[in-house]
């Protein structure tokens, strides 16, 4: 809950590191990309189980994302318990079979053929921790008047980013999982009326003999995303 009496503003120092130099800050981004690149969305999971930790420290990273008026209109919900997972696996699964029978409509369908996608789930119960991803279309102040957040996907597609990479900072796997519709899991969390599933992330190790569609190791190149004016 937000109080009222909060929002105020108030300039408090930045207190930055030490400015790096020109090569120092290339290095870094060099770096940083090289390891981003080896990212790979995996399908295949072992069921060797991940610290709680290493999930809520990936989660206060993505508590650090900026978003519209600092309203932070995000929830993340962690599931580890297997019962919990095999009903969303299965609620899931519901609409994937909708989905693939046609309810995706055929030129999307066949756009993810290269990916080998299906409507069958496994890694929603093998994977050791399910992050479901929820955003909040309105928050309530304390004293339960509602108040309008702000570019709302913007700001939950930037933190789930956040996450993203900081899962594969720790060496975790991760597969961005977006069944839909996804109402299913406000009643599965309790979570309130005011907040819209956007995605399920499943997390963890990849299994063994773990493999990723050669299609999505094909990356446009710099110069198709970038223009420089």
């Not at 800050?25 to 940083?32: E, I, V």
């Amino acid at each position: 809950m937000v109080s009222r009496a909060a929002l105020s503003y108030e300039a408090v120092p930045l207190a930055p590191p030490a400015p790096p130099t020109d090569a120092e800050s290339a290095t870094a981004a060099l770096a940083y990309y090289e390891r981003m690149k080896t990212r790979h969305t995996v399908r295949d999971f072992t069921d060797r189980p991940v610290p709680r930790a290493v999930i809520e420290a990936a989660v206060r990273t993505a508590g650090t994302a900026p978003s519209g008026a600092n309203h932070q209109p995000w929830h993340f919900a962690a599931i580890s318990d297997p019962a919990l997972k095999q009903r969303i696996r299965e609620g899931a699964e519901e609409e994937e079979r909708a989905f693939y029978a046609g309810g995706g409509g055929d030129e999307w369908i066949k756009a993810l053929e290269p990916l080998g996608t299906g409507a069958e789930k496994p890694h929603l119960t093998v994977a050791p921790w399910l992050i479901v991803i929820f955003a909040q279309r309105y928050g309530t102040f304390d004293d339960g008047t509602r108040f309008k957040n702000y570019y709302v996907p913007e700001s939950v597609g930037i933190a789930t980013g956040f996450l993203v990479a900081a899962l594969h900072h720790a060496g975790l796997v991760c597969l961005t999982h977006t069944p839909n519709p996804m109402r299913f899991l406000n009643d599965l969390l309790g979570r309130p009326a005011s907040e819209k599933p956007v995605m399920i992330l499943p997390v963890g190790h990849p299994a063994p003999d773990a493999t990723i569609p050669k299609a999505a190791t094909l990356k446009k190149p710099l110069d198709e995303i970038l223009s420089v004016f």
